[in-house]
C-alpha cells in the first residue's frame, strides 16, 4: 500500500546528542515537508522540499537540518542546536509543492521524540 | 499571519450533525479550503477540500459561502471516532502554499 512511513515511532535522547528522525514515502511525490507540533498547537513547518536535492527552511529551522537525496525519502536531523526538542514530529508529502499548488498533503503517523 | 479563525473547543451528541465553522476572510480567488483532522498522537488526516462549489463525500459534506468568506464542515451523523482536532487551511493562489499555516483547529469532543 502506499503512504509514507516514519520512524522510529517513539524516541530518547540525551541533551547533546543528535538524531536523526527518517521519513520514507511510496507516492510517487515531489514534495516533502517536516512539521513540529507542540501540546496543544497546531504544527509549524520546519523545512519542506520540492523537489530532489533542492530544501528550503521553513518558519522553525534553526538547530534542524535535512537532506534530500532520494525523491522517496527526507531525514530530519534534530541537533544538539535545538534548544527545546521535546515535540511530536510529522513528516507530509504533496504531489508538488509550491505557488498556486493544491493537491492535499498525506501525513505519516509522527516520531514523538523526548529529550532526557 | 493567521489565515483562517476556528471555535477552539465544541461538543456534538453521537448521532447528531457536527457543524464546524471556519472563517477565512482574506481569502483569495484562486485558494481553496482544505479540512484536516488529527486524532490524538497521530497525523492529520485529509477529510475534503473545495474552491466555490459545496463538496461531499463520504467522510464530510462542506458548505462554503457564497462570498468565500467562511465555511463550515459538516459530520452528518458523528460517532465517538469523529472526537479529534480539525483544522481548516487554505492552498492555492498566490504565496507559497509549502508554508501552510495550522492553526490550533477545533477540538471536537462527540459524547455518548
Known amino acids: 500500500d502506499g503512504g509514507i512511513t516514519q520512524s522510529p515511532k517513539y524516541l530518547f535522547r540525551k541533551e547533546g546528542q543528535n538524531v536523526t528522525l527518517s521519513c520514507e514515502q511510496n507516492?510517487?511525490?515531489?514534495?516533502m515537508y517536516w512539521y513540529r507540533q507542540d501540546p496543544g498547537q497546531g504544527l509549524r513547518l520546519i523545512y519542506y522540499?520540492?523537489?530532489?536535492?533542492?530544501?528550503q527552511k521553513g518558519d522553525i529551522a534553526e538547530g534542524y537540518s535535512v537532506s534530500r537525496e532520494k525523491k522517496e525519502s527526507f531525514p530530519l536531523t534534530v541537533t544538539s542546536a535545538q534548544k527545546n526538542p521535546t515535540a511530536f514530529y510529522l513528516c507530509a508529502s504533496s504531489i508538488e509543492g509550491g505557488v498556486g499548488v493544491t493537491g492535499e498533503l498525506f501525513f505519516g503517523e509522527g516520531s514523538r521524540l523526548t529529550v532526557l | 499571519d493567521a489565515k483562517t479563525t476556528q471555535p477552539t473547543s465544541m461538543d456534538c451528541a453521537e448521532g447528531r450533525a457536527a457543524n464546524l465553522p471556519c472563517n477565512h476572510s482574506t481569502i483569495s480567488g484562486n485558494e481553496y479550503v482544505y479540512w484536516y483532522r488529527q486524532i490524538h498522537s497521530q497525523g492529520p488526516q485529509y477529510i475534503i477540500h473545495?474552491?466555490?462549489n459545496n463538496e461531499t463525500n463520504e467522510m464530510a459534506s462542506l458548505i462554503i459561502t457564497e462570498d468565500r468568506k467562511s465555511s463550515t464542515l459538516i459530520l452528518p451523523h458523528a460517532t465517538l471516532r469523529d472526537t479529534a482536532v480539525y483544522y481548516c487551511?487554505?492552498?492555492?493562489?498566490?504565496?507559497?502554499?509549502?508554508?501552510?499555516?495550522f492553526g490550533t483547529g477545533t477540538r471536537l469532543q462527540v459524547f455518548p
Open positions: 507516492l510517487n511525490h515531489d514534495a
Open positions: 487551511i487554505v492552498r492555492g493562489g498566490s504565496y507559497n502554499t509549502d508554508k501552510l499555516i
Open positions: 522540499s520540492q523537489i530532489v536535492n533542492d530544501f
Open positions: 473545495g474552491l466555490k
